[in-house]
């Protein structure tokens, strides 16, 4: 279960998606050869130091004694390195002791974490979502006494939104914040699913919990974001004594074992107010949306380390006799199927790498552009892009890690080679930090009918550009005549949402979110696919088989998904009817 950093990949993706133009205009310190230094680095750490402790990790996984969580072992050491390796701050403002790098540098990097070892990252990545939270509504005292710790990873963050009666609906949450009468509060409830809620890894753990007030109105207006600290945090930075809230076990999952994922009760805890009374959930939102981006490039990573691992088995493992070469008996990724899937998973990875990445550019852009207009534009199509980039990534971070399972054939379906593995890990990626369903009506409920559709239709018109621009090229005109048949069926589905909102748009949420991360995937291959045309021909032509690839990869996804890509369009609301009528009771006749 060998695992080897995509530094190359993710380099070239960066560049793909307009890193290089961003840095150039936005962080005058931040050049190729650092982008390139930050993630050889990187890759050697997770490769080093994170990856040998996966399987350890999914096999003895994180333990629940007495009242006291310890990590999965080894993950304690590992996250002290990362901390001193600077991983952890890498985008922070550097007011607050960070580096003030891209987000998408950050993506890149966390990419690397989450394939070499999905449950450890989950513990940096939420510290990530806090650090936002607290920039944007922390008070002045959580800034200065909070924030640096968060940053360098000295201490560590968890979100804390779910219980047991209030899963995604939070307007049913019961945990209440009771004020203190010392301008604090007092937290009493119950929280579950709280990854890395407890753990022996970092001196202190930072909960942002959602409660209710007592004289809070019933619904999501009566929700508040408060923050309480493991350890109680005096006025000079030191720790003192422990807070009154504990994990009360944690879950036996299908996957991520070495993730501790807490039950806690907060019986008196002692915790102050983030941001307004009343404004909690969109103070969280800040959090999540964080969280959400971050989950969809779990979904790219394990990805990536899934096709790496049935990669490396289709050379070794030898059945059957190759249709090619004539070989017996043959190395299995010399039969044609074998290789398809092997193609098909790269293909969806490295689309999937690109989506998120591009929306990463997008978050710099929406901060650091010159002009409020270029700024308002890349927000929105941030907020567009982000469903997809959760939803679609983690969707095929599930498909491609079944279809490693299937490249190994009866091997895959034992335990002892791993392959297994990561299709357990990744099956919670479309599950939390709201579910793919949950993205799919954001997506057609909120994001888009901004701006009545000029959102989606102003990238639909850049996607269609790509299209021109590929079938000017004779190795890829086909990829450009499918994706503008893909295009094309993405606006008539968009055209159709627009005009039909309400349940029959929200039937149809999971199929146009499917197909507009098939499309926008396809063009982001495309773009690839010229960008590594044009860097073979500044040399004169290379006979390098890494550059020839992006153009393969672009012909495959064009004939295997984006010729899907009409049909979706013309079944977005077959049997969307049907869904409120006595149809539907047929299935529990």
Known sequence: MSFRAPVRDLAFALSAVGHD??????????????VAAVLEAAGSFTTDVLAPLNRKGDIEGARYENGVVTAAPGFADAYRQFVAGGWNSLSADPQFGGQGLSKAMELAVFE????????????????????????????ARQK????????????TGAMCLTEPQAGSDLAALTTMARPDGNGGYTLSGQKIFITWGDHDAAENICHLIIARTPDAPPGVKGISLFLASKYALKDDGSLGARNDFRPASIEHKLGIHGSPTCVMLYEG?????????????????????????????????????????????????????AVWSGDYPSEIWGHPDVRRMLMLMKAKTEAARAICLTTGVLADIAKLADTEQERAAARARQELLTPI???????????VASLGVQVHGGMGFIEETGAAQHYRDARIAPIY??????????????????????VMKALTAELALTAEQLTEVPDLAPVGRRLAAGVGALERATDWLLAHRGPDSLAAATPYLKLAGDVIGGAMLGRQALMAAMAAEAVGGSDDPWLKSKAALARLFAGQVLAQAPGIAEGLTDGAADLETTAFAALTA
């Open 389 to 399: 980039a959760k939803a679609w990534s983690t969707d095929v971070g599930v498909e």
């Open 144 to 155: 200065a006494l909070v924030l640096p710790k968060l940053v360098s990873g000295e201490w």
């Open 433 to 454: 930090e709201g579910t793919n369903g949950i993205q799919a009506i954001d997506l057609v409920g909120r994001k888009v009918g901004m701006a009545d559709g000029g």
């Open 21 to 34: 133009a961003l840095i150039a205009r936005a962080y005058p310190d931040l050049d190729a050869d650092t």
């Open 269 to 321: 805890a002692k915790a102050e107010l983030v941001g307004e009374l009343g404004q909690g959930l969109a103070h969280m939102f800040v959090m999540m949306n964080a969280a959400r981006l971050q989950v969809g490039v779990q979904g790219v990573a394990i990805a990536e380390r899934a096709f790496q691992q049935a990669l490396a088995f289709s050379q070794e493992r030898r059945q059957g006799k």
């Open 112 to 139: 690397m974490v989450h394939a070499s070892n999905m449950a450890f990252g989950l513990c940096p990545m939420l510290t990530q979502g806090a650090i936002e939270a607290l920039i944007l509504h922390g008070t």
